[in-house]
């Protein structure tokens, strides 16, 4: 009888999810004898409460980050942590929720998001399972949340040195915790044709490429001061723009170039083939997701980060400051004025990217694949 694997996650923003789906994507690929399933508990959560909590998240953190940020930081105390985990299981356990996994019966859990562990915890101390629980967080920070049910957690995946001497600080056994970085599938195309990709988007590679994302959703309007500043003071700059799922943004940056007659911007709605779009640019300006981060270094592509959401993107550009993998701008002028200088002496891109190169985490998949065969 094969093994079974559960990968679960909440859909509070793509990262989880994202996170998720690599992992379950890489063990279908290279393990035959595994059955592998992925759970967002947000579709099996009480009726409507769970949907309207998805959508206050994303409302606070696209449009207020200072409160969100006041929220996250209630939520990395003891206390605040306490609340929030009692509140979320009252939403996420349920008999649908239950049949869902006592019907799959997991043999090991992996968790992309910090209400995964507690759930499972439930379902395992209630006899309806009896899953070891592998824990991944998705950012370059561990609250209080992440840490609830450490006792019950064979293992922590982490993405630096840093969050692991924190969560020592705080308890937690060194031999639970992982430093693998946070995984990403291995992404690299071996037939990407620079050449075809230029003549697709009508460019001729003379000049640096920037590869603009942003922020989909409601985040996308937040971005557009800077994509216009860069857009209209760097006519040496090539930018690919990918609004993602907000129409009313796509439109908004195409009439600005329609109106100033740029010829510099390329633009894109949902864009599905981002790999290759990494591969062909020299760098990126994005918020600081932890996953558009990750992605970003799996490529060695410096990164310059624009209007956080508080909370964990904070930790975020942070560490990719520290660690001199990019930068991060509170103002479309500052932002304007470091691209001008980047675009007269480019070989600070290059010094970026060789800081990237030294990073070791492009395995971190297959850590989490050996190291569930371990748990297994």
């Known amino acids: 009888m094969k093994k079974k694997v559960l990968i679960v996650y909440a859909s509070y923003g793509s990262g989880h999810k994202a996170i998720a789906n690599y992992i379950a994507n890489y063990i279908k690929k290279n393990d035959k004898n595994l059955e592998v399933a992925t759970l967002d508990i947000i579709t099996y959560s009480m009726n409507v409460i769970g949907s309207i909590s998805q959508k206050v998240n994303s409302f606070f953190m696209l449009k207020t980050p200072r409160i969100h940020n006041f929220f996250y930081n209630l939520t990395s105390t003891k206390l605040g942590g306490d609340f929030i985990d009692s509140l979320s299981m009252s939403i996420f356990k349920n008999k649908k929720m239950e049949n869902q996994i006592k019907n799959f019966n997991p043999d090991v859990v992996i968790a992309t998001h910090f209400f995964g562990p507690s759930l499972i915890k439930y379902y395992n101390d209630k006899g309806v399972t009896n899953a070891k629980i592998i824990t991944v967080v998705t950012d370059y920070d561990v609250i209080e949340l992440w840490m609830k049910q450490h006792k019950s957690i064979e293992y922590f995946v982490v993405g630096n040195k840093n969050m692991e001497k924190d969560l020592i600080k705080r308890g937690i056994s060194k031999n639970k915790i992982k430093v693998f970085g946070i995984p990403i599938a291995p992404l690299n195309n071996d037939k990407f044709d620079r050449e ?72 894109l709605g949902f864009a599905t083939n981002i790999p290759e779009l990494l591969q062909l640019c020299d760098f990126v300006i994005s918020k600081p997701g932890g996953i558009q981060l990750s992605e970003c270094l799996y490529f060695n592509k410096p990164v310059f980060m624009i209007r956080n959401s508080g909370g964990q993107e904070i930790a975020n550009y942070k560490y990719f400051e520290s660690e001199g993998y990019g930068k991060y701008f509170r103002t479309s002028f500052g932002l304007n004025k470091y691209i001008k200088s980047l675009l007269n002496n480019v070989d600070i891109i290059d010094e970026l990217s060789s800081n990237m190169k030294k990073n070791k985490n492009n395995d971190a998949i297959d850590k989490v694949y050996k190291l569930l065969k371990e748990v297994l």
């Not at 460019?203 to 942003?214: E, H, M, R, V």
């Not at 996308?220 to 760097?234: C, E, G, W």
């Not at 990918?242 to 329609?258: H, Q, T």
């Open 196 to 267: 075809k990709m230029l003549k697709e988007f009508n460019l001729k590679g003379k000049k640096p490429i920037c590869l603009f994302f942003g922020g989909g959703g409601n985040g996308s309007s937040k971005t557009l001061p800077y994509i216009k500043k860069v857009a209209k003071s760097n006519p040496n700059l090539d930018i690919i723009f990918i609004s993602g799922k907000n129409e009313k943004s796509k439109i908004a940056v195409e009439e600005y170039v329609e109106k100033n007659k740029l010829k510099n911007v390329k633009i």
